[in-house]
């Protein structure tokens, strides 16, 4: 698509390809691009068979060789039950229609669960990166309990030719500690084997959500989260597109400085996501923003601003499903098409 019909299909969020007044400079980060290997990964103690494979998921699909990635993950069978994941579009329980959706849409790689990815590894390890997701949260315990558990081992992804592994950690919770130590020495075990590791790094705690408004979204706890998640030395950081800001101030906990909410930020929805990218080691760390649950009709849309604001914001690129896979595979197909052309236009540029 040229950007007349991105801006037609944006509609009243059009003007979002018209921000130029960010908070934090362009020159203050790192931004993706096709020699983000070399200028930005090869100064880290990674190994030689970290970069091979990061480079892998950076060239593959329609947005190889630009530095931005597009990626499928589809780990909601765990996370939120087969059943609410895959009942619109039953052709999803077999694991091989997920992996030809990713490869049909020309993504950089597909996200998904051992037994998903395992059961398709001999067909498809090879003609996609894959990305092995080792923790969940699983809600068949009653009452539901919220909590990030191994459903495997770091070494049974390598076996089966994985590029990479993900996983969560739930900040702020309860269990939180106990996830970060569990997640970081994955880290460390994948990074030994060569593989990239990929964090999603998610708010998790009742007391975030007020009478007034939801900070699970803040940019200055999920920035902070974010911080941690590049500290244990995720090669790719997974959140969630920033909403709101002053989490810290309104909740009165932590620690935070009043030029996190001036100086380095403003209501605009790409100084929060600049934010959340600054606290990436100033984007030295690639930011990728989930693509968020399926609302229906304006599912496009949401998609393609979610893309402009990651990418305008200086991320790295999107990680969409439910929008995609809860829908017929030529629909899903077109939405992540959509998506990753916002990426590839030039005329869509860094705020």
């Given amino acids: 698509m040229n950007l007349t019909e991105i801006r037609d299909l944006l509609g009243t969020q059009a003007h979002l390809l018209d921000f130029n007044q960010p908070a934090v400079s362009q020159q203050l980060i790192h931004t993706p691009s096709p020699d983000y290997i070399e200028r930005v990964f090869t100064h880290t103690d990674r190994s030689n068979r970290v970069l091979v494979n990061l480079q892998r998921i950076l060239d593959h699909g329609k947005l190889g060789g630009s530095g931005y990635v597009s990626i499928l993950p589809v780990d909601q069978g765990i996370e939120h039950s087969a059943g609410a994941s895959f009942a619109l579009n039953p052709i999803y329980f077999d694991p091989e229609n997920i992996i030809r959706l990713a490869i049909e849409s020309n993504c950089n790689a597909v996200a998904s669960t051992f037994g998903i990815l395992g059961s398709m590894a001999r067909k498809y390890a090879h003609r996609i990166p894959f990305i092995v997701k080792i923790n969940h949260n699983e809600l068949l315990t009653y009452p539901n309990k919220f909590d990030q558990i191994l459903f495997g081992r770091v070494r049974d992804a390598w076996n089966m030719g994985a590029s990479a592994i993900g996983a969560t950690i739930y900040f702020g919770s309860e269990e939180s500690t106990r996830q970060i130590t569990e997640v970081a020495e994955a880290f460390e075990e994948a990074h030994s084997l060569g593989m990239v590791t990929i964090l999603w790094c998610y708010m998790r705690n009742a007391a975030f959500k007020t009478a007034e408004k939801d900070f699970h979204t803040a940019a200055d706890l999920t920035g902070q989260a974010n911080h941690l998640g590049v500290t244990i030395k995720a090669d790719i950081i997974k959140q969630k597109l920033p909403d709101t800001n002053g989490g810290f101030k309104a909740l009165s906990f932590g620690k935070t400085h009043p030029k996190v909410y001036g100086t380095l930020s403003s209501e605009h929805p790409i100084d929060l996501c600049r934010y959340q990218v600054l606290n990436n080691y100033a984007g030295r760390i690639g930011l990728i923003n989930s693509g968020g649950a399926s609302v229906g009709e304006s599912d496009l849309a949401d998609a393609l601003a979610t893309a ?22 030529e629909e899903g197909v077109r939405i992540i098409s959509a998506v990753q052309d916002v990426y590839i236009n030039e005329a869509i540029t860094l705020a």
Avoid: E, H, T
């Fill in 308 to 329: 402009v604001i990651n990418k305008r914001a200086g991320g790295m690129g999107l990680i969409l499903g439910r929008k995609a896979f809860q829908k017929p595979m």
